[in-house]
């Protein structure tokens, strides 16, 4: 009814409509046109996005999605689907590898684990889901460890188009990264077997 409507949130909800776009980034005038706030609007209602980490404004002046709404998704039913899915070959390949494997997710220039199994070694690389750090290129999502190494695996062709991968990081010497890749690719094969609706990734 009427008398439920709150207009700044209806505002600003409408400004986070503007980022459901193939662009990841918009000029303060661009999400003007877009949305057809004034500027002055559009910065105060911005100003409380941000805020809240809704949205992010970059050094250019240019505004994107925050963390916020992916945190938010993640409680959605189909990441507890994706846990069910994912979590018994990580727990596998931690095993039969000996080393620290998680998945990770990639979106706006981040790795973020999602998925973790610790192996059993008190000499490990240590991770724990939401750890996050920046990267540079897409394609090697890998993070830089001291006297360590992180091999990834993209799982793009079975994540529906989100930019997934599976890793495996230890410290150097215990296994070798031929050894690594080949428990990786076994890893990524189990997966595949796996079609999307199966009981065994939580499908109702």
Known sequence: MAQDRVEAVERALTVLEAFDSPREHFTLAELALTTGFYKSTLLRLLGSLERYDY???????????????????????????????????????????????ALLEVTLGHAECRLVTLPDSSLRHDMHPGMRWPIVDDDDPSLELPGGFMLCKSLDACMGGLSSWLTLSGPNGRVTRESAQRHLNDAVAELQRRPIDTPERGTP
């Open 55 to 101: 949205v992010q404004r970059g050094d250019d002046g240019r505004y994107r999605l925050g963390h916020t709404p992916v945190r938010l998704a993640r409680r959605h039913l189909p990441s507890r689907q994706l846990a069910a899915w994912v979590q018994p070959v990580l727990d596998n390949l931690a095993a039969r590898s000996g080393e620290t494997a």
